[in-house]
């Protein structure tokens, strides 16, 4: 399978992947048998103000969850949660064949935007 240009350089030289965990940051995870995706965002009130990314998957699953975090930032909450994988499809030039690897990122997106801590 060719990749694309984009998935190509976003596989290669992610902008976005997480280094090291900080503080205060809202986790979202989703899995398949082949991919996991753990994404987290940093709010500031209800507008992402960072969002970082690890994953273990296909190049395209990288690209995407690197489009994503790139994508939700400076958003809302409700603004981020109209990212939607047709949208990464076409910014990445992805073949229908891996929409699979969109959705589980696209899964991990809603776990983080919809996550509600624990209170004790």
């Given at each position: ?43 500031d ?10 994953v ?65």
């Open positions: 399978m060719q990749l694309s240009g984009v998935v190509h350089a976003r596989f290669f030289t992610p902008a976005n992947r997480l280094e090291a965990l900080r503080p205060g940051a809202i986790p979202g995870r989703a899995e398949t048998p082949d991919a996991y995706v753990a994404l987290w965002l940093w709010l009130h209800d507008r992402v103000r960072e969002a970082a990314f690890r273990r998957g296909c190049p395209v699953t990288v690209a995407a969850a690197d489009y994503v975090c790139e994508r939700v930032r400076n958003r809302t909450r409700a603004a981020a949660r109209g990212l939607t994988v047709a949208e990464m499809e076409q910014a990445l030039s992805s073949p229908p064949e891996r929409r699979g690897a969109l959705l589980v990122v696209s899964d991990a997106l809603t776990s983080a935007l919809e996550y509600q801590p624990v209170e004790a």
